[in-house]
């Protein structure tokens, strides 16, 4: 499928259900342009503003890159589409996001990935140690959730609710990373870091376990605290990272 495949539906919707549309659009784009993308696979997801409870979530079969502000699927909590639309959704994927949308109010925008090193580092024991500047930053903010198999079996959705407590950030064991936010800003920059902290250490652990330098603890102590202003350094990054789309990779706001 190709940008254009769908008719434009700015005209069609609320001016914030089209805001979160063009953000939610954006952010697929964007983990295509960063290649942490997996084909069709993997999810995004948006809650509709409004008393609904709507949500957006890409349509099956088209590849983060071609993603569109139109050509996202609006759906209820159980996965049903409530738009008029010949796209289909992958239930396994709305699993996970209906029940982090559910089960926080601040969870409008939930991100999903199976990037090498994001699952790398959620195959490992220890999970995420405090060997970089990033890690140390998240320390405290991710939760850990144990594998199942495909998430096909909507009981896992408590299981999983259960074990994100009040973490914005998730290594799903043996699959991959997690991140939430209230705005789009935020759920970016939270898998941005959660990303880079994985890939830098697959990168350290290329030296071996002997040969890693842990973070001493009064750094890890500060940087804990400083950590917490993700929504200040969010509102910073996010206009940026939209004028690299628009240079990159234009056409989500469609």
Excluded at 30 to 46: K, N, R, Y
Excluded at 146 to 173: F, I, P, T
Excluded at 229 to 235: E, K, R, T, Y
């Amino acid at each position: 499928m190709a940008d254009g495949a769908v008719a434009n539906l700015k005209a069609q919707v609320s001016e914030a259900e089209w805001k979160a549309r063009v953000d939610l659009a954006a952010l697929y784009r964007l983990v295509a342009l960063h290649g942490w993308d997996d084909m069709i696979f993997t999810h995004i997801s948006a809650r509709v503003p409004g008393p609904e409870h709507h949500f957006l979530i890409n349509p099956y079969g088209w590849y983060f890159e071609e993603m569109t502000a139109s050509s996202l699927v609006k759906v209820d909590l159980d996965g049903k589409v409530v738009q008029e639309t010949t796209s289909f959704i992958n239930p396994a994927g709305f699993t996970i996001h209906s029940a982090v949308h559910a089960a926080v109010e601040d969870a409008h925008y939930v991100i999903h990935l199976h990037t090498v090193d994001g699952v790398g580092v959620a195959a490992q024991k220890d999970g995420l140690l405090p060997i970089s500047q990033n890690a140390c930053l998240l320390q405290n903010q991710v939760a850990y959730h144990g594998y199942e198999g495909l998430a096909l079996d909507h009981d896992e959705r408590e299981r999983l609710v259960a074990d994100l407590g009040d973490k914005s950030l998730m290594l799903l064991r043996n699959h991959g990373t997690l991140a939430l936010g209230k705005t789009a800003a935020e759920a970016w920059v939270g898998i941005f870091f959660l990303e880079k902290a994985c890939s830098q250490q697959v990168a350290a652990l290329s030296a071996g376990r002997d040969g890693i330098l842990t973070a001493p603890d009064a750094a890890q102590a500060a940087t804990k605290e400083q950590g917490k202003g993700i929504g200040f350094v969010s509102a910073l990054a996010w206009p940026g990272a939209l004028r690299l789309l628009d240079r990159k990779l234009p056409g989500y706001d469609t």
